[in-house]
């Protein structure tokens, strides 16, 4: 294939959204009592599996739960390990013929929701991240990863809520939505070092004793 194009290009993973149901006659269904929580494992997967640099992996559906990895520094609790450098795109219909709806990654304020190790320079657009716990998208990467057009909110910590960038070069950008987030410190955007960058977002509602939106 062209060159930084692995064997899943275009890889697509849809997150089970939780139960479903098929309605039987008005008053009675058949559902069944999925949660949902597989779709991080699919989603990591798809990931871990990608070969080439320039792979587009589309996600649909809702992702819940979180796994633990250890990066030399102890253990970390995240839903996904972006741990290569690719686009990672949200917002598709789990028949992948339009990216115009809401695709959710949850930690259940288990852990954090993306966690970037340093070196990664992965774009992730398009999703709904929440509701994680110290940092739902947690950066030390300083190789300029990008976060835009997302919704972060309903995230909690001590030091950071929504995005922690820990001596890294985060870059957050194109209308990014960073709304009703709960830290000590830094609700909405919280750094420590590096050169991170916030260009045209909305940061509202976010409640810290000290930086409620940027510490």
């Known amino acids: 294939g062209p060159p930084g194009r692995g064997p899943l290009h275009g890889r697509k993973w849809v997150g089970p959204a939780g139960g479903t149901r098929e309605g039987l006659d008005p008053a009675r269904f058949r559902g069944n009592r999925s949660s949902g929580k597989q779709g991080y494992a699919l989603g990591q997967a798809a990931l871990d599996a990608s070969a080439g640099v320039n792979d587009v992996i589309k996600v649909a559906g809702t992702c819940r739960g ?34 115009d709806v809401v695709t959710t990654v949850d930690a259940g304020f288990r852990g954090h929701v993306f966690y970037i190790p340093d070196g990664i320079s992965a774009t992730i657009a398009r999703f709904n991240i929440r509701p994680g716990a110290d940092g739902a998208i947690y950066n030390i990467s300083t190789a300029s990863p990008t976060l835009w057009q997302s919704n972060i909110f309903r995230n909690t910590g001590a030091t950071g809520a929504a995005i922690v960038n820990i001596g890294g070069n985060l870059i957050v950008e194109n209308g990014n939505r960073i709304f009703s987030n709960t830290a000590t410190i830094g609700a909405g955007f919280y750094t420590d070092g590096g050169a991170p960058a916030l260009h045209n977002n909305f940061l509202y509602d976010n409640s810290a004793t000290d930086g409620g939106a940027i510490y």
């Open 66 to 99: 979180v796994q633990t990895r250890n990066f030399g520094a102890g253990d970390v609790s995240a839903t996904v390990f972006v741990d290569k450098s690719r686009t990672i795109q949200g917002g598709w219909r789990t028949d992948f013929s339009a990216q």
